[in-house]
């Protein structure tokens, strides 16, 4: 098998997804292998370049690797026809790419960004009157305010504003302030725009009264602590706004280092796609890092990149188990991925909803057909911890397909 990440970049960097598949083959293979067979994993560093993408991707090929499994890439363009032409499945990828959620040899473990904005909005329907999102001005961040508005639309608020800003900023203080203006003004644009001069004091320029029961929502990737550490300077301490972001964007790593239950996402909602970091259904995955990769600290069992990696090999070791010694190769782990195991789907110990990729079991949607896995976790960060703020998880298969509809 091969998994791969980007590594070592100046960019966002997730080694600790091939760390994560390199300790699940330690344990596997002490207990006896899968099914009495040993599992090999070979990385690659995918540099979060278009180039090292397609290279990983020709090498699993010239290595005939049965899969790649738990990755990560935003570049499903340089990778997948590759995996495609090789007939190499890809199970249990991050969720970045569109091409995850179209290839027919793709099997994601999750819904991607579409499922996080959807449930963000439906979390912050139940909570705020008016939101902004402050998002990517790029084409991935054009597609986020339908699909928040989609779950907003649920809940039946008014759309969010949306407030573009640069992925690379160092600082974010203009659009934190645009945000807040239109929060209190009542006819405020559907879109912000980033050239907008709000004021001639530059100051924030709301009552308190006006904000209580807004939001502010950021999903800026690895710049949304950024953003929000630029907010929190512009918020009043008497001003009832709050903050809300999806996993990855804001994640219990990020909460410990910028200050635990001092951090300006103190009280964030959040939304994901698998349980808290504290559910007991981690235990497993803990025990192993524990035994297996004592020491490395690339392995942190709260990003979603490691839980992803985790869950794929959990969904690759039931594929392989029930093939009942047939050789193990692309081919036949496409066939019982098609076909389903058993009734149910693949158990990954209520880490997400039994998962099936039979035709049946997908989505209804155009842009994004191999979604098997519509559900999200609402979250929120208390005493420094993100845990629950609702029991469960959230299907927003519905809030997409009609999105889509549209």
């Known amino acids: 098998m091969m998994t791969w990440a980007p590594e070592g970049t100046g960019a966002h960097n997730m080694a600790g997804m091939p760390a994560m598949a390199q300790t699940y083959a330690r344990w596997v293979n002490k207990n006896g292998g899968i099914d009495g067979r040993e599992l090999k994993v070979i990385t690659c560093n995918e540099r979060n370049d278009t180039v090292a993408a397609g290279r990983c991707a020709r090498r699993a090929a010239s290595q005939e690797v049965a899969a790649v499994v738990g990755s990560y890439s935003q570049h499903g363009r340089a990778f997948m026809s590759q995996l495609e032409a090789a007939g190499i499945p890809y199970i249990g990828g991050y969720g970045v790419s569109d091409e995850e959620f179209t290839s027919p040899l793709s099997y994601p473990v999750n819904g991607g960004h579409a499922t996080l904005l959807a449930g963000n909005g439906r979390q912050l329907a139940a909570e705020c009157e008016r939101v902004a999102l402050v998002r990517p001005d790029t084409i991935h961040g054009d ?104 996993l990855g964007s804001v994640q219990q790593s990020l909460v410990d280092r910028t200050g635990s239950s001092r951090s300006p996402f103190e009280g964030a909602y959040v939304t994901g796609w698998y349980p808290a970091a504290s559910d ?15 020491g490395d600290n690339r392995v942190d069992v709260t990003d979603p990149g490691v839980q992803t990696t985790w869950i794929a090999y959990t969904v690759l070791r039931q594929v392989i188990e029930s093939l009942d010694g047939e050789p193990v190769t692309g081919r036949a782990l496409r066939k019982t991925l098609d076909n389903g195991i058993g009734h149910g789907g693949i158990s990954t110990g209520g880490l997400t909803p039994r998962l099936s990729w039979r035709y049946e079991d997908m989505l209804v949607m ?41």
Not at 390 to 405: D, K, P, S
Request: net charge negative; charged share 25%.
């Open 143 to 246: 597609q986020m305010p339908s699909l928040l508005n989609a779950g907003l639309e649920e809940g039946h608020r008014r759309p969010a504003t949306d407030v573009r800003a640069p992925e690379d900023a160092t600082e974010y203080t203009v659009h934190g302030r645009r945000a807040l203006q239109s929060l209190v003004d009542t006819e405020a644009p559907a879109y912000a725009s980033a050239g907008t001069e709000l004021n001639s004091t530059g100051s924030a320029p709301a009552a308190p009264s006006a904000l209580d029961d807004s939001c502010v929502a950021a999903a800026l990737g690895d710049r949304t602590d950024t953003f929000f550490d630029s907010f929190r300077r512009l918020r009043n301490e008497d001003t009832d706004v709050r903050i809300s972001s999806v």
């Open 280 to 294: 007991p259904a981690w235990e497993p995955m803990r025990a192993v890092v524990r035994e297996h990769a004592f």
């Open 366 to 406: 155009r842009d994004f057909p191999r979604i098997a896995n519509a559900t999200v976790t609402y979250q929120q960060v208390r005493d420094g911890q993100l845990v629950p703020a609702r029991e469960g998880f959230v299907n927003v298969a519905q809030t997409l397909e009609r999105r889509f509809e549209d």
